[in-house]
């Protein structure tokens, strides 16, 4: 992950908008998040891969938990990703939400 990408999810995290202000109107809100940017960085390893990089993976990765397969040995780098960034992990749940759907398993029968 770029360092540019990673302040990017910080301020994101944060949810700062226009500066200190923000940041004083809700103190509990903010020590919450504050919490939970401490985690990620206490979580982050010296490999890892980029939004990008989930994105044109996530699909086989779905695929392959869909099946049952044990995607955290065979994906680890891909797994570590969407329990760290939010947007990879809601896009990661949609995808399996249409591959759990009544509909799409219909179609494979």
């Known amino acids: 992950m770029t360092g540019e990408n990673f302040i990017k999810r910080l301020m994101r995290r944060l949810k700062i908008v226009k500066g ?24 982050t390893k010296d490999v890892e891969i980029s939004c990008d990089e989930v994105f044109a993976l996530i699909d086989q990765y779905a695929e392959l938990a869909a099946r049952g397969e044990d995607v955290a040995h065979l994906m680890p780098l891909v797994k570590h990703h969407l329990e760290m960034c939010a947007d990879c992990s809601q896009e990661y749940e949609a995808l399996m939400r249409i591959l759990e759907s009544p509909e799409y398993r219909g179609g494979l029968n």
């Open 20 to 43: 200190p202000s923000h940041m004083d109107s809700q103190p509990a809100q903010n020590a919450d998040e504050l919490k939970k940017l401490m985690h990620m960085i206490e979580q």
